[in-house]
């Protein structure tokens, strides 16, 4: 745990150093500084420096007793909270100031690559995230519950969400919005060599992708995402045209089978039109 809260922490801007002293203070204070470079393991000649960087940060507190000095962490909560504003703010700021910078009528869109699963998740997941109205997936069980903390939080606050499920249900996923069940999962596998994935948010943005067969969350896989019109329509068309099917199966499944057999997945097959009697 120690060290997945190091690399968080050093994600915010801190030093290793930085993080690992704070980390030593918070689980015990108050301490001298030579008691926290040996607990955190940082050589004694620069615990100085670093704990003088956590003074300036307002992430500790200093005491003197006599000639020692003594160091007490700030509340981790009110650290966060400060932090979270200030970067708030900053994006805010930012925002502002790189949208005057656009030239009104000049705006290009790019389609951009995605070549690991994690970008992939990472990119999704903001996408998601920023929604404002309506968000359209296309995905598998993995990705799935990925998914469904933040597609969660964007029902709560007013966002319409629908889904296109491969496969079906599983007991440890629970419906965000509206969820379609696609029945015929592992001929779709099959075809594609892997899951299909695609995400759509407010009409104005999409990502598609396809994650390799594999069972690790590290697997190969390959997508693009855009702004361009004609690929978010693209994207939107394509999970819309699946909900469209669902619901259709979901109606008359029973007279489907009546009148193409069994095996109407062939209805698939766009180089033939016959019926299986």
Request: glycine share 8%; aromatic share 10%; net charge negative.
């Amino acid at each position: 745990m120690v060290v997945t809260i190091t690399e968080r922490l050093m994600e915010l801007g801190l030093s290793e150093y930085e993080s690992r002293a704070w980390i030593s203070l918070i689980s015990s204070h108050p301490a001298t500084a030579y008691e926290v470079a040996r607990s955190s393991g940082i050589p004694t000649a620069k615990i100085y420096p670093v704990m003088d960087r956590l003074l300036e940060r307002g992430m500790a507190l200093e005491t003197k007793e006599g000639d020692r000095r003594r160091y007490a962490p700030c509340d981790p909560e009110d650290f966060l909270s400060r932090f979270r504003q200030k970067t708030e703010e900053t994006l805010s700021s930012l925002s502002r100031d790189i949208s005057a910078l656009a030239t009104p009528g000049n705006e290009v869109s790019y389609v951009w690559n995605v070549s690991d699963y994690g970008e992939l998740m990472e990119r999704a997941l903001s996408l998601v995230a920023g929604a404002r109205h309506a968000v359209l997936v296309s995905c598998w069980g993995e990705e799935y519950l990925r998914l469904a903390g933040a597609l969660a939080e964007r029902k709560a606050a007013g966002v319409e969400i629908a889904v296109v499920h491969f496969g079906p249900l599983e007991a440890s996923e629970r419906s965000v919005g509206l969820l379609y069940e696609h029945p015929i999962a592992d001929t779709l596998y099959e075809e594609r060599g892997g899951r299909g994935f695609a995400v759509v948010a407010d009409g104005a943005v999409a990502l598609t992708g396809t994650i390799a067969n594999g069972e690790s969350a590290s697997q190969a896989a390959s997508g693009a995402w855009s702004r361009s019109e004609g690929f978010v329509l693209l994207a939107e068309d394509y999970i819309k045209h699946d909900v469209y099917i669902m619901k259709i199966v979901s109606r008359f499944d029973r007279q489907l089978v009546k009148r193409f057999g069994r095996g109407y997945w062939r209805l698939r097959d766009i180089f033939s039109d016959t019926e299986e009697n």
